[in-house]
């Protein structure tokens, strides 16, 4: 299949709604910033273990220098180049600017309040102390001034800033102590900066106990070894965050490996657009560095504190069970652990190759539910020494420091394969890391792109080609996420190993790409950005728009990171009008306003923030799957895509992306538990309101408690000493409702077979089964309703047509003349659907 053949289809046109007026479109900016307050949520719910807080207080300081070096770097640098245009919400640059301020500068103090009044007393009530200096005791001040001595003050340069000495350099994210001394007979203080040392322990320990000073605690209490026959008059810490928007115009760089470490180089000496400041400094601290740094007074941050919280995540590596969340190990996969049994037959004993496994049926992996190593890992070093392999090639854009991905690749040129490696050095953050790894490569002999003009590449891919009886095969991984063994541990994404030869010749041409002059436009089953990704998602979105038109069931689902590109949201606002049942489950940013009247009532979205960060990409299309397709249709099966973009501008337009369609039943049942699971979820779920807020889901009293991360690692435990299981995780717990259908590999069955083959895969309840025990699906009176508006005569006139289902995401269910049952979130949606149905039939 040529996606680019497919015919086009029209948008639906709604009257009276101008999708482009600013106020349907939230702030990206904004909604990046509500997501870590999700995240600080973390650290503040007493639920969760002691040392998790801990760790959520370290994490939210990361993720927000980091937003602030990215975004607040990229506002300041619009505003200083007089950009004026206008956000999708109507904001200017500068007005984005303001209020990113007002909403972080908060934040900061929530942070730095947790740690003061909730997190500091309970580990201290849990024998876990931080400590100030003047509370340790004569014996331990003695101690903690002769560690000083010996091993802190040798390392330590005082830096002064007089006429003698110009203004410190003073280095990203690095923590310090300005310190204002007088000399006898001088009048002015002198300032200067003391750097903490980032190569000496933060958390100072108190003999063998787990007591501990913070480092800069020593240091401004034994000043006196340091700056010897002067006056302290004040101390002050503070600390930096340095803009990271700096760039060199690649059409008119030389050579892209320069290009990238002149970045490295000018981002160490950005400007400055964040200080956070200790609230009683000295004016003449506050005022020197803000002169200095040319800060503006909303650009410095008073807080009380530690300032940088990263360093307290080494406390969660304490023998604290009894505080800790239960350790988690990666699983083998039951289809590459060596126990699985044949299809049909006996079990198989021979322990065959991963490639004949892969031959036997597609395979997803779930990370980190299941083991990298075991699996994605396994296939490259299985492919580096088989002596069948031909070829193999990978793209990498973030990978870890001590990459065994790398070495397979290496290992597989030693072996006399071609290999080929796309390593983007653009890759943020990673830049200097992955330098090293382009330098390693190329010392091998293995040929390596760096990245092509305009575009990032993005795509998480892998390609092995084998020879073997019957020819050539291609064997494919396209992933999620990046090949990086640590944050595989962490992050939640999928990954497809396939034989599918369309999948493999696709991928064989943008590999081609990156060595190549350009980049094809027709691929037969991946979607490829920049070329037709955009024109797919919006073709399959449209598709829904028709289906719900000609008053078939339509449905989406899809799980991102991010949705941000204003096209996107348009078309999901069409389709939503159209009568399109919508759930969009976006970890991060969001532009989308769900619930509103007349234009996304139809739609929810939802966050996700656990354990693990959520970063796999999930898109579910229902494409008729639950209405009576004739022969002659060409609708009637799911679709599901999984693959490394987000619905971002930056994704479809300016990144090499791939997604690829998931056709395997027993895959899409996975991938459908897994959208349900997440959907249902009561403990980590939180649900968008139309003002862009977020509210965290609670189980109700009595109510079984919904942990969607806690129950895959379950599920993944179970999978791995089940012998004869064929799928990666079984998928057999039991949820509230049947929400996406599978494809049948042929043609979609009908409805009622569709619900049935659903409470097996399950384990839960049809809707019929349900409606069969819920009174209200007797009566058609509700049980509960919530929304308002004043529909109450349709739902009285077609009360035996609709009743409240036994489900957390659908509030109502409506019977349809031929039987089915189809669900609405709203009082709206199901007044409309009502109408629709059986107003022309009376």
């Avoid at 007393?121 to 876990?128: H, K, Q, S, Y």
């Avoid at 830049?431 to 382009?438: F, K, P, R």
Wanted: charged share 30%; with cysteine.
């Amino acid at each position: 299949m040529n996606q680019p053949s497919e015919p086009d289809i029209p948008a639906y046109e709604p009257e009276d709604v101008d999708l482009n007026d600013p106020s349907l479109y939230l702030n990206r900016e904004l909604s990046a910033l509500a997501f870590q307050r999700r995240v600080l949520h973390e650290a503040l719910d007493e639920r969760n273990p002691l040392l998790e807080r801990v760790r959520f207080l370290a994490i939210v300081t990361r993720n927000l220098d980091e937003f602030t070096m990215k975004r607040i770097g990229g506002l300041k640098q619009q505003i200083e180049a007089d950009v004026t245009e206008t956000a999708p919400d109507g904001r200017t640059p500068e007005e984005q600017l303001e209020a990113v301020h007002e909403i972080l500068r908060p934040m900061l103090a929530t942070q730095a309040r947790c740690y003061r009044d909730a997190i500091r007393p309970a580990l201290a009530a849990e024998g876990i102390e931080i400590l100030d200096y003047d509370d340790a005791s004569t014996t331990e001040q003695s101690e903690l001034r002769t560690y000083f001595e010996e091993s802190v003050l040798p390392t330590l340069t005082p830096l002064s800033f007089d006429p003698a000495h110009p203004f410190p350099f003073i280095s990203n994210r690095s923590l310090s102590l300005a310190v204002l001394t007088r000399h006898p007979n001088a009048e002015d203080p002198t300032f200067t900066r003391i750097k903490i040392p980032p190569n000496r322990p933060r958390l100072v320990q108190l003999g063998n106990e787990t007591r501990y000073v913070l480092l800069e605690e020593v240091i401004r209490a034994n000043l006196d070894l340091l700056l010897p026959n002067v006056e302290i008059v004040d101390t002050a810490l503070f600390r930096l965050t340095r803009n990271a928007e700096v760039r060199r115009n690649q059409e008119i760089a030389e050579d892209l490996i320069d290009m990238v470490e002149d970045v490295l180089e000018q981002r160490r000496f950005a400007s400055v657009v964040r200080m956070e400041l200790a609230p009683d400094a000295d004016p003449r601290i506050r005022s020197t560095l803000a002169t200095q740094l040319g800060l503006d007074e909303r650009e410095i941050y008073d807080l009380a504190g530690p300032l940088d919280y990263r360093d307290f995540a080494e406390l969660t590596d304490l023998d604290r069970p009894d505080l800790s969340l239960d350790e988690w190990t990666p699983q083998p996969h039951p289809r590459l652990n060596g126990r699985r049994q044949q299809s049909f037959g006996t079990p198989d004993t021979t322990d065959p190759s991963v490639f004949r496994r892969i031959q036997d049926g597609d395979i997803l992996l779930h990370h980190p539910y299941h083991d990298f190593t075991d699996t994605v890992q396994r296939f490259l070093s299985a492919a580096a020494e088989d002596p069948d392999v031909l070829a193999v090639k990978a793209a990498i854009y973030r990978t870890a420091s001590d990459s065994q991905i790398i070495q397979s690749l290496i290992t597989a040129a030693e072996n006399g394969k071609q290999v080929a490696v796309m390593v983007e050095l653009k890759a943020r953050f990673d830049e200097q890391n992955n330098l090293e790894w382009v330098r390693k490569l190329e010392e091998n002999g293995i040929h390596v792109a760096y990245g092509t003009v305009g575009l990032k590449t993005h795509t998480k891919t892998a390609l092995v080609v084998r020879e073997e009886d019957d020819g050539v095969e291609l064997y494919s991984h396209i992933g999620t996420g990046n090949y990086h063994s640590e944050t595989a541990k962490g992050y939640v994404d999928l990954g497809l190993l396939t034989a599918d030869r369309d999948i493999g010749r696709d991928l064989t041409k943008v590999f081609n790409f990156f060595t190549g002059p350009s980049l094809d436009e027709e691929f037969r089953e991946l979607l490829i950005a920049p070329v037709t990704m955009r024109q797919k998602f919006t073709r399959c979105i449209r598709r829904e728009a028709q289906h719900a038109q000609a008053g078939r069931p339509a449905r989406i689902v899809a799980k991102v990171n991010g949705l941000e590109d204003p096209a996107i949201v348009a078309e999901l606002y069409r389709a939503s009008m159209a009568g399109v049942d919508i759930d969009l489950i976006v970890r991060d940013i969001c532009r989308l306003r769900p619930g509103l009247d007349g234009i996304s009532e139809n739609i929810s979205v939802y966050s996700l923030v656990g354990r693990f960060l959520e970063h796999s990409r999930i898109f579910y299309f229902e494409n008729g799957a639950r209405a009576e397709p004739t022969a002659e249709d060409d609708w009637g099966e799911p679709e599901y895509y999984i693959g490394s973009a987000d619905w971002m501008t930056r994704n479809l337009d300016y990144r090499v992306e791939a997604v690829a369609p998931v056709t395997s039943p027993e895959i899409q049942r996975q991938l459908r538990f897994n959208l349900e699971l997440v959907l249902s979820d009561n403990r980590k779920l939180w649900e968008m309101d139309s003002d862009g807020e977020y509210h965290q889901r609670y189980p109700d009293d009595g109510e079984r408690v919904i942990s969607a991360q806690d129950i895959l690692m379950r599920e993944a435990l179970k999978a791995g000493r089940l012998d004869d299981l064929a799928a990666g995780i079984p998928g057999d717990y039991p949820l509230a409702a049947e929400l996406c259908v599978v494809g049948d590999g042929e043609h979609q069955p009908t409805a009622s077979a569709t619900q049935s083959e659903s409470a097996t895969d399950t384990g839960g309840a049809t809707a019929a089964d349900r409606a069969s025990s819920d009174p209200d699906a007797t009566d058609g009176e509700p049980s509960e309703v919530t929304d308002g508006g004043n529909p109450e005569e349709i739902l009285s006139t077609y009360s035996d047509q609709w009743y409240v289902p036994d489900s957390v995401v659908y509030n109502y269910t409506v019977r349809t003349p031929d039987g089915e049952r189809r669900y609405r979130k709203t009082k709206a949606g199901v007044t409309d659907l009502l109408e629709r149905l059986y107003s022309d039939t009376e």
